[in-house]
């Protein structure tokens, strides 16, 4: 998971958002350790920064921790290769179905509607990975003191 139950400390509190700052352990000493190279960049002090919008009162140097409201990787998942999928299974059924036979063959046309299909579902899942990147810090994680 990408911030669950992780704890950092409070760079800078200010009345838009809240940094936390993460220390990276000993697992992050080579970018190629785990699956989250994507979004997780290590700073040149082996830090990390997350912006989270304003979500209570916190002070600098205060110890919380990061809760996922909701499965954020199963989200993102079933849109970068679930939505492709799709769209390419339905791109072959209505290439296969589609009166194409005297232009082309209908393996031919099956497989040409597919790859649309699939070039159109690469445009959706971008805007819909765009959309899902916009509301993570309000949709998707909680910032909660450390006591």
Known sequence: MLYNGETGFIQSANGSGVTILFATGDACDSCDSCGLKVACAPGKQSQRLLTLPQAGEFQPGQKVQIEELSNLELHLALIQFGLPMTAFLIGLFLGYLLPFQDILPRELSAFLVACVGL????????????KIVDIIPEKYLRIVPCV
């Open 119 to 130: 070039g159109i579902s690469f445009f959706a899942a971008r805007q819909l990975v765009q």
